[in-house]
């Protein structure tokens, strides 16, 4: 797409640092100010986690860059094995502590380890998940000046790389393990998608969406280890 076109669509609303309320479902989640808000692509993750078409229960599940926590708090309600939740930003992760805590709670059978960690850096030796799930803020163009905005948007291809990296490297991904990842053509998408298969995956589209309101094509892809890997 057009670097002016990327930009506009991904320039934040003005509300970013103030108090923000934000409704999934039948839940209601409050936004700290600097704690961005779920848009579209990241319903596509939260969908279908409901749905059991990225399958948590009785699973490890790696929630990558959680932020407010709806993904999180879904896999607690479908009863996910352990649920790893994940985000670099300090205040997302209190806020979705907070949210998992009220709207979930203490469930047999559910262990819940919030980690304010840079990717997986921060995840525990021997490690490994069933299933990760990744909206990655890899916009090509730099949206603002603002580094919360930054951080959520456009970090650009090197968080996708440093992402299929760490797994590999740190075999973060059990045998049978499933990862569900987001990309669309405000990044550099099949440069992306290149690396994932470069590092031992084969990637499979799951979804395709595509909007009314301009030119974006979001994919979700699922990714499982080749028999080469």
């Known amino acids: 797409m057009p670097a002016d076109e990327i930009i506009a669509l991904n320039t934040p609303k ?3 640092h103030t108090q923000r309320p934000y409704v999934y ?19 596509m993750i939260h969908d279908r986690v409901l749905d059991g078409t ?13 932020g407010l926590g709806v993904e999180a708090v879904v896999a607690g309600l479908q009863g996910a094995r352990e649920i790893h939740a994940l985000d ?5 992760v209190r ?10 709670g203490e469930r047999p059978g559910t262990v819940f380890i919030p980690l304010v960690s840079d990717l997986f850096e921060r995840v525990p030796d021997g490690a490994r998940f069933d299933v990760v799930t990744f909206n990655p803020p890899a916009v090509t163009q730099q949206v603002s000046d603002d580094p919360t905005v930054v951080r959520n ?10 992402f299929f990296d760490q797994i590999v490297q740190r075999d973060l991904l059990a045998d049978e393990g499933e990862i569900y ?22 990637p499979e589209v799951i979804h395709h969406q595509t909007w009314d309101t301009d030119d974006v094509q979001t994919f979700l892809f699922k990714l499982r280890r080749s028999a080469a890997a």
């Open 181 to 202: 990842f987001i990309v669309s053509n405000t990044s550099e998408l099949r440069d992306i998608v290149a690396y994932a298969i470069e590092s031992g995956f084969l």
């Open 153 to 162: 948007v456009c970090v650009g291809t090197d968080i996708a790389v440093r």
């Open 54 to 66: 990225i399958p948590v229960s009785g699973r490890c599940y790696g929630a990558m860059g959680v």
């Open 14 to 16: 003005a509300d970013l």
């Open 25 to 43: 479902r039948d839940w209601t989640f409050d936004l700290p100010p600097g704690v961005f808000m779920p848009g579209e692509t990241s319903r």
């Open 95 to 104: 806020a979705m502590t907070e949210h998992y805590e009220r709207i979930v």
């Open 88 to 92: 670099i930003d300090p205040a997302s």
